[in-house]
């Protein structure tokens, strides 16, 4: 139950995740009714030949493992049955969040809780690991339009997420505490009780803002390190590095990511942004994620702490279809801001290398890596 801004590494791969397999019709909407699902079939198929066959990069956890561990939180297999997925988003005020994820497919309710009920008592254990005050929360059973929820309130937000299972659908959502409306709106069209739109629009825009408090503050300050003699160990077992010099070595990189955390835990407000764009072909996405800082002095240094572990980045198993998809991220520094921004290509095409590299990256990062291969 981390934050959106728990820190900058894992945010900017796993964030722009959810907008990296949109191609058409647009998955993201911001009214319930215009909500069309999204077939990962093929998208899982492309995923499966190009990290396994194509980079070897499943070879770091095991491929059987890797199968296992989803199957064991109830998640299907995509690329042999059907699973389909949209994604509802809300605009609220700053330091309030309402987004909801639908899935559409044989989700095992039950694994699927208690994956969920497990890696929420571990979010607060290692919070008290790394001595950060945080009261202890307890997942609580409600009913939404007579619907079961289970609902996992946030360690320093006036906020919950909810899991809420019905027929094939599975809504995974972060709205503010007690007021499930969005919700309660989206089983109202899943339902039939709300007509679908005819048409998703031309254009459909969202926008986040955070303030992060001192707590948050602490917690990305503290967040666990990727580069503690994990890479050392894992980097010999991939295929190849397609940059052996842009690898500043253990040692550099334990660095810039202790630096790269502590400037994010300095920022005076973060945004997120993603414009979906009908180019009648697909939907192109336009994202951006801003960091205010307080100075354009703070800014420069962001961006150039982001830039230096973007190149390092691409020292991993990436391929040159990989190094065409990072370079859709540019950094860019205006007045008292460091700015992220990507842009995607309607193109399927486009959009699935995108999500190959983000996985790459992900899978060779032993936070991500770890939630995979633990038994538990």
């Not at 019905?166 to 919700?183: M, R, W």
């Amino acid at each position: 139950m981390r934050k959106i801004l728990s820190t900058v590494l894992v945010m900017l791969f796993v964030v722009v995740s959810a907008v990296s397999v949109f191609a058409n019709p647009s998955a993201i909407v911001t009214n319930p009714a215009d909500m069309r699902f999204v077939e990962l079939t093929d998208l899982a198929r492309f995923l499966e030949e190009d990290l396994d066959l194509g980079k070897g990069v499943t070879e770091v956890i095991g491929k059987q493992v890797i199968d296992n561990r989803f199957r064991k939180a109830g998640m299907p297999d995509p690329a042999k049955e059907p699973v389909s997925y949209c994604m509802v988003v809300r605009e609220m005020p700053v330091n309030e969040l309402n987004v909801a994820f639908v899935l559409k497919g044989n989700i095992n309710t039950g694994k699927f809780l208690e994956f969920s009920d497990k890696r929420y008592y571990r979010y607060f254990a290692a919070l008290h690991k790394q001595g950060i005050e945080a009261a202890p929360k307890i997942p609580a059973n409600r009913s939404i339009k007579g619907k079961m929820t289970r609902v996992y309130p946030y360690a320093f937000r006036n906020s919950e997420a909810v899991i809420t299972s019905f027929a094939d659908y599975t809504i995974v959502a972060t709205v503010p505490a007690g007021n499930p409306t969005l919700v309660a709106e989206i089983i109202d069209v899943l339902e039939g009780k709300t007509t679908l739109s005819a048409k998703q629009p031309e254009r459909i825009s969202y926008i986040a803002s955070f303030i992060p408090s001192e707590n948050e503050r602490q917690e990305i300050r503290k967040f666990e390190g990727q580069y503690e003699g994990f890479l050392a160990k894992t980097r010999s077992r991939f295929k190849k590095l397609t940059n052996k010099r842009a690898y500043a070595g253990e040692k550099r990189m334990i660095e810039l990511e202790s630096a790269l955390k502590t400037a994010m835990s300095e920022i005076e407000r973060f945004t997120y942004s993603v414009e979906a764009i009908d180019r009648k072909d697909g939907y192109a996405y336009d994202i951006n994620m801003v960091f205010n800082c307080a100075s354009s002095q703070n800014a420069e240094k962001l961006k150039n702490l982001l830039l230096a572990w973007l190149a390092s980045s691409s020292a991993k198993a990436l391929s040159d279809q990989d190094m065409v998809s990072l370079k859709t991220n540019k950094v860019a520094v205006k007045n008292d801001s460091c700015i992220f921004m990507i842009q995607l290509g309607s193109s399927p095409a486009e959009q699935y290398q995108f999500s190959s590299m983000i996985m790459t990256l992900m899978m060779q990062d032993r936070r991500f890596n770890r939630i995979l291969s633990s038994r538990n």
